[in-house]
């Protein structure tokens, strides 16, 4: 790929009545990206009352995810692919067979399971740990599991409405780009820095692909089990005091949820900037706060069954965490490759430089994270918010009891100032306190992202306002025949 570094003959927007134009180069890209990205996700079982429209808007929102950092995508398919493994060995070591397979688990996982208690007390999700639990406790006996969890594995991959063709057309359309990229760079013809990107999250794709591969997509049906427990009697199964029965008592989801409720704080973190975003949308776009008023006065009348969001990001631990910091490398370093390209201009070489320095360098950040923030540390930090949210809460009621008393500016001071480092800590709507971060965690966590997405941002606009000032190979199409061995 010589002729990228020269500057020499550079052209602008180019036509294509021959050989290859700009809107050729765009097009191809962007049918490859949206085409690697659309028909690689699997999105969880959707709550019953979800209409199409939803499912397209969220599965929409996870595409834009995935092209503004292909990684996060790779990290949801490499977390669930943990938990599903971990569930078929837990369950291996249980039954002292196989038959629970990774089918099995990510169908659970994703939201395919659900209990319908006694007295009307509610259907909710089960995912694969809540089903161990179930069945260590005697609540659903082998036979009962055999028969209702042990599902044909064509059961579950006739509900599997992954669109085949869609794949093999993404697939295909994926090979013939790297193919021609390779050509490309053997012929010494320019490659755009947008197709380079494209390389980058073909990389990306192709992981998810492989760790995805049991997991069964737009599935819609779920298998609804019928257990002979109240929430109260599931809560006295496993042996625990009151104040622990009490705690588990107010749950966000599921009555089962404190059966894993171990929280890593990648999810943490990630789940408090979405929550960010959807703010900012809500803001910038008048039409969404008038959805969402329509939607809250509508889900007065709906029931949740607690379906896990698809935005949650399932811990990553030992070699798990090694293989998504190896893809997270071969996709960041992917922006390595035009290091010494040709830019329209020396400021924006610099910068592509830095920003890709930024975002490889983003995983040492990771790695310390990963470290400061174990589960016994983050469990310590929710904690002391839960206690600081404590203490607030008896200055507040000491303020309504006396309405008429005077505080010292000082008083004054601390309560609003707890009150922001409260709504800091947490920001999710339903205030949910299993999300309680530090506001050093959220502060911290959120400027770093910000950093992050100028970072990756500045690369997908560069990609674009490159075109004004090309080399003029980067227009030239591959001559295959010279590729070809000569005989004779």
């Known amino acids: 790929m010589s002729s990228n570094t020269s500057s020499n003959a550079l052209q602008g927007w180019t036509p294509s ?141 006739d509900r599997n409405k992954a669109d085949s063709f869609v794949r093999v057309l993404a697939v295909g359309q994926a090979l013939w780009f790297t193919i021609q990229i390779i050509a490309r760079g053997a012929q010494g013809l320019a490659v755009t820095t947008l197709e380079v990107t494209v390389i980058g999250i073909i990389v990306n794709s192709v992981v998810v692909y492989y760790f995805w591969k049991n997991k069964p997509a737009d599935v819609e049906s779920i298998e609804v089990i019928e257990l002979d427990f109240t929430i109260e009697q599931l809560l006295r199964l496993e042996d625990s005091d009151d104040e622990v029965r009490r705690t588990r008592r107010s749950y966000f989801r599921t009555p089962l949820e404190f059966v894993d409720d171990k929280t890593w704080w990648c999810s943490l973190i990630y789940t408090y900037l979405i929550n960010i975003l959807k703010g900012i949308f809500r803001v910038i776009l008048p039409w969404r706060r008038n959805h969402n008023k329509h939607n809250s006065e509508i889900s007065k009348n709906k029931v949740s069954l607690g379906r896990r969001s698809d935005n949650d990001v399932l811990p990553l631990t030992g070699r798990t965490l090694a293989i998504a910091t190896g893809c997270s490398i071969a996709f960041l370093g992917t922006n390595f490759i035009a290091w010494h390209f040709h830019f329209p201009t020396s400021t924006e070489r610099l910068l592509w430089r830095v920003c890709s320095c930024i975002l490889l360098g983003s995983l040492v950040g990771l790695v310390g994270a990963e470290w400061a923030y174990s589960r016994d540390n983050v469990a310590k930090m929710q904690a002391q918010v839960r206690q600081r949210r404590e203490t607030h809460r008896e200055d507040e009621k000491q303020r309504r009891r006396a309405p008429g008393a005077k505080f010292s500016s000082w008083q004054s001071i601390r309560f609003r100032y707890d009150s922001l480092m409260l709504n800091i800590c947490n920001n999710s709507p339903e205030g949910n306190p299993a999300l309680d971060v530090s506001p050093v965690f959220a502060i911290g966590g959120t400027a770093a992202f910000a950093v992050y997405f100028c970072a990756r941002v500045y690369i997908i606009v560069e990609d674009l306002i490159a075109f004004r000032a090309m080399p003029q190979s980067a227009f030239y199409t591959v001559d295959w025949w010279t590729l070809l061995p000569h005989l004779g």
């Open 17 to 157: 009545p021959e050989g290859r134009g700009s809107l050729d180069i765009l097009w191809t890209c962007f049918a490859t990206i949206f085409l690697s990205t659309w028909s690689a996700i699997c999105l969880n079982v959707p709550e019953p009352y979800d209409t199409i429209r939803t499912h397209l808007v969220r599965k929409t929102w996870i595409t834009i995810i995935s092209i503004l950092g292909p990684e996060f995508l790779a990290g949801y398919a490499l977390g669930e692919w943990q938990a599903a493994r971990t569930s078929v060995q837990l369950f291996h070591a249980l039954r002292q067979d196989d038959r629970w397979t990774l089918r099995h688990a990510f169908f659970a996982n994703m939201g395919g399971f659900a209990m319908r208690l006694t007295n009307g007390e509610g259907t909710y999700f089960l995912d694969a740990p809540q089903i161990l639990w179930l069945v260590k406790h005697n609540a659903v006996s082998m036979a009962r599991f055999e028969e209702c969890f042990l599902l044909d594995l064509k059961t579950i991959d």
